[in-house]
């Protein structure tokens, strides 16, 4: 072969690099569904707005600091008779079972909103023990 001649493919050599080339486009638009697959899923995951929840983005920790700050350790055992609220009561060990025991935390959260509104509708600031 000269240098003065084009370069020619052979057929089966041509064949390959077309298929190749064809199976790139496959992966180029495969790899674009995926990204627009992954970010569906992400919208999808973002906390959603919910105004009708007043307990949306507070935290259980920061509901029971709360209570525990208005109320102190007996007054929340006296409101709501949880043996973690009674027994060497703390935040961590109370979390733990609010979190495994969801009607506990339900009155929790109840009692929470309550405060909120007593503490709105001009109650007393003083603690409640």
């Known amino acids: 072969m000269s240098g003065s001649q084009p370069f020619r493919l052979n057929r089966d050599l041509k064949s390959e690099i077309e298929g190749l080339i064809r199976s790139s486009f496959s992966l180029v638009r495969c790899n674009i569904s995926m990204q627009e697959e992954i970010s569906r899923m992400t919208e999808n995951s973002k906390p959603r707005e919910q ?36 027994n060497e ?36 600031t003083a603690r409640h023990c």
């Open 51 to 86: 105004p009708n929840n007043p307990l949306h983005g507070i935290t259980l920790e920061k509901i029971l600091v709360s209570l525990v700050d208005y109320f102190g350790w007996e007054g929340l055992f006296d409101r709501i008779n949880l043996r973690c609220f009674f």
């Open 89 to 124: 009561p703390s935040i961590k060990s109370s979390l733990k079972y609010l979190r495994r025991t969801g009607w506990a935390r339900e009155e929790v959260e109840k009692l929470y909103l309550e405060m909120l509104n007593e503490l709105n509708d001009g109650g007393s």
